[in-house]
């Protein structure tokens, strides 16, 4: 029997997260670096699941099957294509930098009352969180992902209630409230949609007779599953929904701001660079794979959706007056995109949305934990209290610059790459989409500029003067961020070998082809 690696790499984070919290409630530091060693170790099982992946080989690698609760057909059926292996060497490289950059945020900020919090259980649940990210990328049973992708809310609601951001200082109460209003409508929002996905997953059973993504897929494709039109179409909307609150696609999209505004900024990386990816990759593994005619049946009114995630994302983005919020709404906006890369129905635009969300994920990290940095430091997430602050603290505006860039796809920086694919897959089917798409990359340059600018350049206002620059735990966060963001800037081809076999079998699924140009090109 072959080493369980799919599992093992699920599971160390998972056992981790139990010691973890098990730690003395004097030894917080011990927790810290247990913490950290274990989402280390986790990365390393997770570059050899990488190195294993043979992007030329089978669709679904490394697979485990085990018989789980056999009188419903619900087996623990693991596997990955190209497209969970990069999504899972995202979450396992993100891991570490949130532990080291949220380093102090659970310290407890007054031993003895109502306001001393645990350590353990902050780094606890962020190991939590990234078992049940991992699994749920790997699950190829659809009743075994529902369990993990409803699970990892419950770790979630806690790490944005319960270990809020502390710019809030001097009205605990209010931010108190604001925490639990935040993390309620995180939880309630994302609960609502699992129930709805559940009903769905019920029926797929019923039409099906099992939960096996593989063998409902497979017996789609030859032609011995032939499900109604109107039940397809009501499953893949089920599927969809859940899919589109975790993404967030506008209208589903209003706990994200909340939910960042008051969670800690290593948090919200959790939340959008991690959590968030779960939702648009469920879009590709099971919507258009288990749904294909329903999935072309409802592409032009997602595409609407997508394009008004786009713009409004943008536009919100533009009028924000606090960082982490301005950060959030820039994301529904690059989830837009996602999103309309995902259902253009072009390997241009699945192979840049797949590329987009690993981009994504690491331009939003080092452009939050960098805010995170600087938020620490001023006390305060208000755009108007901040100015001058290159001439104090160099290296702190030089690495804020870069994620703002790399945020508004400037050319040389990773997000480039896969908004352009996604761009170019848009314009090939659907033009029109495509023009109105790119008022979003405009939108983009104004919201990210006006905040480097009113933040980091002008007369260095009082309240910074004495701010310090980046420390060497804070440099350690932020260095390999901005080195991969050039990197994949430059050369992204690791990534896009391992994806397009996996978006070529996706396409494929919907029988769908690329348009041929209009314009041949010269011999």
Request: glycine share 8%; charged share 15%; with cysteine.
């Amino acid at each position: 029997m072959s080493f369980p690696l799919l599992t093992a790499t699920a599971v160390l984070p998972a056992v981790g997260a139990i010691a973890t919290a098990a730690v003395p409630a004097a030894r917080r530091t011990a927790a810290k670096w247990l913490a950290l060693l274990v989402s280390l170790a986790t990365l390393a099982l997770a570059i050899t699941v990488l190195v294993r992946f043979d992007p030329d080989g089978a669709r679904y690698q490394l697979t485990e099957s085990h018989a789980w609760i056999a009188d419903f057909g619900v087996r623990y059926e693991l596997g990955v294509d190209g497209i969970a292996v990069a999504l899972i060497a995202l979450t396992a490289l993100l891991i570490p930098f949130i532990v080291l950059a949220g380093w102090h945020d659970a310290d407890p900020l007054e031993t003895g009352s109502r306001r001393w919090r645990p350590t353990q259980g902050f780094f606890a649940l962020i190991l939590a969180v990234e078992a049940m990210v991992i699994i749920s990328f790997e699950a190829t049973d659809v009743f075994l992902f529902y369990i993990f992708f409803e699970a990892m809310l419950i770790p979630m609601y806690f790490l944005i209630g319960g270990f809020g951001d502390r710019a809030h200082a001097g009205s605990d109460e209010n931010a108190a409230a604001q925490r639990s209003y935040a993390a309620v409508k995180f939880l309630l929002y994302n609960l609502v949609g699992g129930l709805i996905m559940l009903a769905a997953v019920i029926g797929l059973y019923v039409v099906a007779g099992n939960f096996s993504l593989q063998e409902i897929a497979e017996a789609r494709a030859n032609g011995s599953l032939d499900m109604a039109t109107n039940t397809e179409r009501w499953l893949f909307l089920g599927f969809f929904f859940a899919f589109a609150v975790k993404a967030p696609l506008w209208p589903l999209h209003t706990w994200l701001p909340n939910a960042m505004g008051e969670a800690t900024a290593p948090v919200a990386v959790l939340i959008t660079a991690v959590v968030d990816k779960v939702g648009t990759f469920a879009m590709l593994r099971f919507c258009l794979q288990l749904f294909p005619e329903a999935s072309k049946w409802a592409t032009p009114a997602i595409l609407v959706l997508a394009v008004i995630s786009i713009i409004y994302g943008a536009l919100l983005a533009v009028g924000q007056r606090d960082i982490k919020r301005l950060v959030a709404y820039a994301s529904i906006s690059h989830f837009g995109f996602i999103i309309m890369g995902i259902f253009a129905m072009t390997s241009q635009g699945q192979s840049g949305a797949t590329l987009y969300m690993v981009n994504h994920g690491i331009s939003t990290a080092a452009l939050m934990l960098v805010a995170g940095f600087l938020i620490s430091r001023r006390g305060s997430r208000l755009i108007a209290d901040y100015g001058g602050v290159q001439k104090v603290a160099p290296v702190l505006a030089g690495t804020f610059l870069i994620g703002g860039l790399a945020t508004l796809s400037l050319p040389g920086l990773a997000p480039f790459v896969s908004e352009f694919l996604v761009l170019v897959g848009t314009f090939a089917r659907y033009p029109v989409i495509g023009i109105i798409a790119t008022f979003g990359i405009v939108l983009a340059a104004l919201y990210t500029l006006v905040l480097y600018q009113r933040t980091m350049t002008g007369p260095v206002k009082p309240e910074v003067s004495a701010m310090p620059d980046l420390r060497m735990r804070e440099l350690v966060v932020v260095a390999p961020l901005v080195v991969l963001l050039i990197f994949l800037g430059v050369y992204p081809k690791p990534v896009t070998d391992i994806v397009n076999p996996a978006v070529k079998s996706t396409m494929s699924d919907v029988h769908k082809k690329d348009p041929k140009p209009e314009v041949e090109a010269a011999k």
